[in-house]
T-cell receptor
Framework: NAGVTQTPKFRVLKTGQSMTLLCAQD?????MYWYRQDPGMGLRLIHY???????AKGEVPDGYNVSRLKKQNFLLGLESAAPSQTSVYFC?????????????FGPGTRLTVT | AQKVTQAQTEISVVEKEDVTLDCVYE???????LFWYKQPPSGELVFLIR??????QNEISGRYSWNFQKSTSSFNFTITASQVVDSAVYFC??????????????FGKGTRLHILP
């Protein structure tokens, strides 16, 4: 079991460029999440998905889009990167439930936008 | 609305001292779950413990212990005889029991713990 994997681990973008971050999980989890972590801000939820084909906005969705075409994958897209999107991005997954399960996190992607 | 407050932004203690990390939460639900995660300098997030709102028993796991008090809406974490390897950022989190498949966890902003040799 690889758990939750994220691709890439590091990336540097120029302002206005686009990119897609890939999250994959092999635990057959129903729920998947994208967070960003900034100094002093903790983890903030960008978007999440409660199942294949579904997505929903979290706390800080602006400037990002997501897709969950396959249950095991959750993609985070930046259409036109801005320096404010410089952050560490974490993907997570959890089993179907009513909030009782912990989230399993990927190793993170460090993104710098210049 | 849900809220998790970790008032201690950063704590430094000397190795072997005991240290308590505070977590205060807000929720209107009667059924909810509380979590602690550890983020060591390597960056990954590691799950430590889960507690549901109906179980107020304190828990001990080795040098780690957790004190859950509904009366004060707190779920504090104590490390006894701290070690340098305990240096990390610790996050407290809250999840409300949902029947509409909205399974979100709200994280506090974290407490950075430095254990000095």
């Amino acid at each position: 079991n690889a758990g939750v994997t994220q691709t890439p681990k590091f990336r540097v973008l120029k302002t206005g460029q686009s990119m897609t971050l890939l999250c994959a999980q092999d635990m057959n989890h129903e729920y998947m999440y994208w967070y960003r972590q900034d100094p002093g801000m903790g983890l903030r939820l960008i978007h999440y998905s409660v199942g294949e084909g579904t997505t929903a906005k979290g706390e800080v969705p602006d400037g990002y889009n997501v897709s969950r075409l396959k249950k095991q994958n959750f993609l985070l897209g930046l259409e036109s990167a801005a320096p404010s999107q410089t952050s560490v991005y974490f993907c997570a997954s959890s089993p179907l439930g009513e909030g009782e399960y912990e989230q399993y996190f990927g190793p993170g992607t460090r993104l710098t936008v210049t | 609305a849900q809220k998790v407050t970790q008032a201690q932004t950063e704590i430094s203690v000397v190795e072997k001292e005991d240290v308590t990390l505070d977590c205060v939460y807000e929720t209107r639900d009667t059924t909810y779950y509380l979590f602690w995660y550890k983020q060591p300098p390597s960056g990954e997030l590691v799950f430590l413990i889960r507690r549901n709102s109906f179980d107020e028993q304190n828990e001990i796991s080795g040098r780690y212990s957790w004190n859950f008090q509904k009366s004060t809406s707190s779920f504090n974490f104590t490390i006894t005889a701290s070690q340098v390897v305990d240096s990390a950022v610790y996050f407290c989190a809250l999840s409300e029991a949902k029947v509409n498949r909205d399974d979100k966890i709200i994280f506090g902003k974290g407490t950075r713990l430095h254990i000095l040799p």
